[in-house]
C-alpha cells in the first residue's frame, strides 16, 4: 500500500514588471529548504504573475521565465507579494504613486481563496493597501516610503519603526532584507523554533529578530565623548547596548536588573535606556523578556525538563510566572507549545 504523503503548504509569490530579483528569492529559499523531522519538504513555493506566464523584466538586467499565471492563487495556502520599481501599463501602480491597483493586477488578487496568508516585502505593502486589504490593520514598509504610504493610506496602521508586523493572516515586512526576518517567523510560527533555527543555519543568517525591532534608519550622530562615571569604558564599547546584550544572553536564569546592566555597559540608567531603545525598539524589560520566552521556547521544543526547570533557566523563577509571559507572547501554555513542537528524538 502507497503512503500517504502529506499536502505542502503552497506559497505562491506574486511578481510583476521590475520586480527585485533579490525579493523574489528570499521566500523560495527560506520556505524552500524547510523540512520536517523526516527531511521532506514543508513548503511548495511557486512564483506567478498577474498577466500569465511568460517572460517578467526585473528592475535590473535580469528577466525571469514564470510558468504560472494568476490562477495559481485560487490554491494558494500563501500569497506573498514582493516590491516592483516599475508602473504598470495604463500608468496605474500603486507602489509608483497611484492609490489604485491596476486592472490586471486587481483581477489577480481577487482570486485569491478566502482564508489565504497574505505576505508583503518592503513596497509590496502598497499593493495590499490598495486592494483595501490593509484597512484598519497594523503594518509597515520601507521606512523611505512611510510618509507617501500613510499620505495614500490614511485607514492602515502603520508602523514605519518595525522589521515586521504580523497581524495573523496579514504580514508586512520593511526594506527588502527584512522580508528574511518575516519568512522566517512564518517557518517559526507554523513549525517552532527548531525549524525555523535548521533554515536560517542553512541560509547563515540570524535565525531571529523580532518585528518589534527597530529598522536601520539613519539618525543623526552628535559628536563628543561620553561623559561621566565609566566614560572610557562605554566608549571602547562603542557607547552601544551590544555587548551587553550579549552578556544578559549568557545570563538569562540570573535576575538581571536594568542597573546592573547599564553598570555592564559603563553608563547611566538613563543613558542606557536611551540607547538600548534605539538600537532595538525596544526597553531593555521587553527585550529582556522576549529572550527569556525564546529561549523558552527552545527548551520546550528540544527538551523534556520540567516546567518548573524552564522556568529556572530562563530566568521567570517559577512555573507560574512562565505561564504567564508564554501565554501572553504565544496565546498558548507552555505544555500546549510543547505538545504542538516539541520534536521527536
Known amino acids: 500500500m502507497a503512503q500517504h504523503t502529506p499536502r505542502r503548504h503552497r506559497v505562491a509569490v506574486l511578481i510583476r514588471p521590475g520586480f527585485i530579483p533579490f525579493e523574489l528569492g528570499i521566500p523560495h529559499r ?19 504573475t498577474p498577466g500569465g506566464p511568460g517572460l517578467v523584466r526585473s528592475d535590473s538586467d535580469v528577466l525571469v521565465q514564470v510558468e504560472h499565471g494568476p490562477e495559481v492563487l485560487e490554491t494558494a495556502d500563501t500569497v506573498v507579494v514582493p516590491a516592483s520599481h516599475t508602473s504598470g501599463p495604463d500608468g496605474t501602480d ?30 509590496g505593502a502598497f499593493v495590499l493597501a490598495a486592494a ?6 497594523p503594518a509597515t514598509t520601507h521606512w523611505s516610503e512611510s510618509d507617501r504610504f500613510r499620505r495614500l493610506y490614511p485607514r492602515v496602521e502603520l508602523d514605519p519603526d518595525v522589521l515586521y508586523t504580523d497581524d495573523g493572516d496579514v504580514l508586512t515586512s520593511a526594506g527588502v532584507a527584512s522580508g528574511v526576518d518575516l519568512c522566517l517567523h512564518v517557518v517559526r510560527r507554523d513549525h517552532g523554533t527548531a525549524v525555523a533555527q535548521d533554515v536560517a543555519r542553512r541560509t547563515v543568517v540570524p535565525p531571529h529578530r523580532d518585528g518589534g525591532q527597530a529598522q536601520y534608519i539613519r539618525r543623526p550622530v552628535v559628536a563628543g565623548r561620553v561623559a561621566g562615571p565609566g566614560a572610557d569604558a562605554a566608549q571602547a564599547r562603542g557607547a552601544g547596548t551590544a555587548a551587553t546584550r550579549a552578556w544578559a544572553l549568557d545570563r538569562l536564569n540570573e535576575p538581571l536588573t536594568l542597573a546592573a546592566m547599564a553598570r555592564h555597559a559603563a553608563m547611566s540608567v538613563r543613558t542606557f535606556t536611551r540607547r538600548f531603545r534605539d538600537e532595538t525598539g525596544e526597553s531593555p524589560a521587553q527585550w529582556l523578556t522576549r529572550q527569556r520566552v525564546e529561549h523558552a521556547r527552545t527548551l520546550l521544543e528540544s527538551t523534556m525538563l520540567p516546567v518548573e526547570q524552564v522556568a529556572r533557566r530562563c530566568g521567570f523563577g517559577t512555573a507560574q510566572s512562565l ?3 508564554v501565554q501572553a507572547a504565544l496565546g498558548v501554555t507552555p505544555s500546549a507549545y510543547r505538545r504542538t513542537f516539541r520534536r521527536a528524538a
Open 132 to 137: 483595501g486589504l490593509l484597512d484598519g490593520r
Open 30 to 48: 527560506i520556505f524552500g529548504i524547510a523540512r520536517d523531522a523526516e527531511l521532506r519538504p514543508l513548503y511548495e513555493v511557486v512564483t506567478c
Open 323 to 325: 505561564r504567564a509571559h
Open 94 to 123: 500603486p507602489a509608483g504613486g497611484d492609490p489604485r491597483l491596476e486592472p490586471e493586477l486587481a483581477a489577480a488578487l481577487a482570486r485569491i481563496r478566502p482564508g489565504a496568508r497574505l505576505m508583503s516585502i518592503c513596497t
